[in-house]
């Protein structure tokens, strides 16, 4: 994980490296755009530089706002009425940096060829101390298999297998009340963005899926394909995706008694058709793959088909994976290797979690303060990606060489399989 971390020990660096992140970023023009404006005097701009650069500075906030370097009107309440502000439209900002360094940075050094992908998951997002924070609920952890109290931070990411940018997140509270420790701040104007994420916090997994990916433009984007895990691998998700936002899906299944697949006239469920099909000799990798429907049609009346690949797990000899395309034309070598890339988003979560203290820089109860947080969080993450493939990629020296010089190695089929195994 230290390898995107740049040599960031000598202070005098600190300013120059995020004055050149955010002119790069365009941030004060998209600060504008998602209505978020200056707070008692003090510019929305140099709150956000304030808090963006405190990791950096390895610094608290209370620390910080001792330090003689801070204007006298800069004050802790200019800080918390910024971040708690519910007319500010956060996602809004976070896309269009996103996008734009996508676009402008990132695009133009990639091969047509390679596959871009968009990647979703979701995190734990622990707040065990606290009481009082809004939407506060219980949660599991399905990575440690423990509850916590805290947020589901559900997470939409891009992806060209070298570099990986957040795109948009939402912290999911509980959709059942009994579930939820505080529920949502009363005051709140219904006719806010404020308001709209706390609707969109207690709503199911798979309804705030579709307002990530309705937040964002995949044809800019050039995302070729969905990634996610079994946790979200539905027939009716996988074919709405494909029908709405005609984009390919490749996912990880899991075997479970009500979801099952249509073949040959049939319905079975996974591990049945495992039975059903046939594998491969010796100790290959890949067992099998079979082509099945989904029982939902695409906009032509159709069923739409998908081809579900049987993978050999390296940690249990005996077992196998099963991972799912929408796209026909993907061999089973490419299943793997475009699944692989989702592991970029699980390397994304340790390091804004270990390094860019995610949930730990702030105690906010205000959800609003959360989100905002996070927000400032993932653009850290943003000048880091960025700044890590400059340095591994020689074209952005200059529009000179690019032409001369050999891309990014994708991520190959042999380093995907381990990713995923």
């Known amino acids: 994980m230290a390898t995107i971390l740049p040599d960031l020990n000598q202070k005098e660096n600190i300013y120059s490296e995020t004055t050149r992140f955010f002119k790069q970023a365009k941030l004060g023009v998209f600060l504008h755009r998602s209505n978020i404006h200056k707070v008692k005097g003090v510019s929305a701009l140099s ?9 950096l500075h390895g610094m608290s906030f209370s620390r910080a706002l001792k330090s003689d370097r801070i204007p006298k009107d ?11 502000n519910p007319t500010y439209n956060w996602r809004k900002l976070l896309v269009l940096v996103s996008t734009y360094l996508i676009e402008k940075f990132i695009r133009p050094l990639t091969s047509e060829r390679r596959d871009c992908v968009l990647i979703f998951d979701d995190s734990a997002f622990y707040r065990n101390r606290s009481k009082c924070v809004e939407l506060l609920a219980q949660a599991k952890d399905h990575a440690h298999h423990v509850y916590f109290k805290g947020f589901r931070m559900l997470t939409l990411g891009w992806s060209d297998g070298a570099t990986f940018l957040p795109l948009a997140f939402s912290h999911l509270s509980s959709p059942k009340a009994k579930n939820r420790f505080q529920e949502m701040d009363s005051s709140i104007d219904k006719r ?4 709209k994420r706390r609707k969109e916090a207690i709503q199911k997994t798979t309804e705030t899926m579709f307002n990530l990916l309705n937040a964002v ?3 800019k984007l050039g995302a070729k394909a969905v990634l996610f895990d079994s946790w979200f691998a539905f027939p009716s998700t996988i074919a709405k995706i494909v029908r709405n936002y005609s984009l390919d899906v490749v996912c990880m299944l899991k075997d479970l008694p009500r979801v099952s697949y249509h073949y040959e006239g049939q319905s079975y469920r996974l591990s049945q058709l495992y039975k059903m099909v046939r594998k491969k000799r010796g100790r290959a990798k890949i067992l099998a793959s079979i082509v099945v429907g989904l029982g939902h049609n695409d906009e032509y009346g159709q069923e739409i088909q998908a081809r579900i690949v049987f993978v050999r797990d390296r940690n249990r000899s005996k077992k196998w994976l ?3 395309t929408t796209n026909m034309n993907h061999t089973d070598e490419d299943v793997v290797r475009i699944y692989g890339k989702r ?23 205000s959800y609003d303060s959360m ?27 200059g529009q000179l060489f690019y032409m001369y010089c050999e891309e990014i190695d994708d991520i190959q089929f042999a380093e995907a399989l381990l990713t995923i195994t």
């Open 74 to 84: 800069f004050r802790k309440d200019v800080v918390y009425d910024l971040l708690k």
């Open 343 to 365: 592991w970029d988003i699980e390397c994304f979560f340790k390091v804004t979690k270990s390094y860019l203290k995610l949930g730990k820089e702030f105690q906010c109860q």
């Open 47 to 55: 709150i956000i530089r304030f808090v963006f650069s405190l990791v």
């Open 322 to 324: 099963a991972l799912l």
């Open 192 to 195: 806010t963005v404020g308001y």
């Open 217 to 219: 433009d995949p044809e």
């Open 371 to 397: 989100f905002a947080h996070t927000t400032i969080v993932f653009l850290r993450y943003l000048m880091l990606s960025l700044r890590a493939r400059e340095e591994e990629d020689p074209r952005t020296l």
